[in-house]
């Protein structure tokens, strides 16, 4: 089966510019994740969908991050503007159900580099 | 969630055996032990998890203390392709922690 489809997978921008980044989950996943990873740390979630609901968005910086999950299928984490800290790598993870016994699949990430 | 404690890095021969621990002395009932590794440049990668007894896949097994408080990820054969960040993560079994939370994890290094 296929995997989980993200791009792109390198993107560099200035400051102040905007950015998208687009997901593809596993068929039939209902749930969606989107994370940031700083170097050197552990994934940190921004968001979750259960199909096309955002259902745990505490961790999105609302000023200048959206996200959208049209029809429940893929996703789109936008930043208008970037800023210099929000370089990072950007995964998106998909898995059947939302419980603590079901696996995530991780994206390849996108790196987003900002000068 | 409640938290895990892993070494900061590890080092192990190829084709040898390696151990890799994990504490979590605040793990509740209803908490299931997860083992998430990422290689370089790649997102993270499911490995394992269990509840209370010991688990085994193609990959690797998980190893639980009869309390619960630690647990051991065991690489029966290590290759070089086993060289990752190793992640020890609770989640509630119960709803209401979905995410995966994840610390710095365990680095590991396979000499040749």
């Known amino acids: 089966e296929a995997g989980v489809v993200q791009s792109p997978r390198y993107k560099i921008i200035e400051k102040k510019q905007p950015v998208a980044f687009w997901c593809n989950p596993i068929s039939g996943h209902n749930t969606l994740y989107w994370y940031r990873q700083n170097l050197g740390q552990g994934p940190e979630l921004l968001i979750r969908y259960e199909n096309e609901e955002a259902v745990d968005d505490s961790q999105l910086p609302k000023d200048r991050f959206s996200a959208e999950r049209l029809k429940g299928v893929d996703s789109t984490l936008k930043i208008q503007p970037a800023e210099l800290g929000d370089s990072a790598v950007y995964l998106c993870?998909?898995?059947?159900?939302?419980?603590?016994?079901?696996?995530?699949?991780f994206g390849p990430g996108t790196r987003l580099t900002v000068l | 969630d409640a938290k895990t404690t892993q070494p900061n890095s590890m080092e192990s021969n190829e084709e040898e055996p390696v151990h890799l621990p994990c504490n979590h002395s605040t793990i509740s009932g209803t908490d299931y032990i997860h083992w998430y590794r990422q290689l370089p440049s790649q997102g993270p990668e499911y490995v394992i998890h269990g509840l209370t007894s010991n688990v085994n896949n193609r990959m690797a097994s998980l190893a639980i203390a009869e309390d619960r408080k630690s647990s051991t990820l065991i690489l029966h054969r290590a290759t070089l392709r086993d060289a990752a960040v190793y992640y020890c993560i609770l989640r509630d079994s119960g709803g209401g922690s979905e995410k995966l939370v994840f610390g710095k994890g365990m680095k590991l290094t396979v000499n040749p």
């Open positions: 993870a998909s898995s059947l159900a939302p419980a603590g016994n079901h696996r995530q699949y």
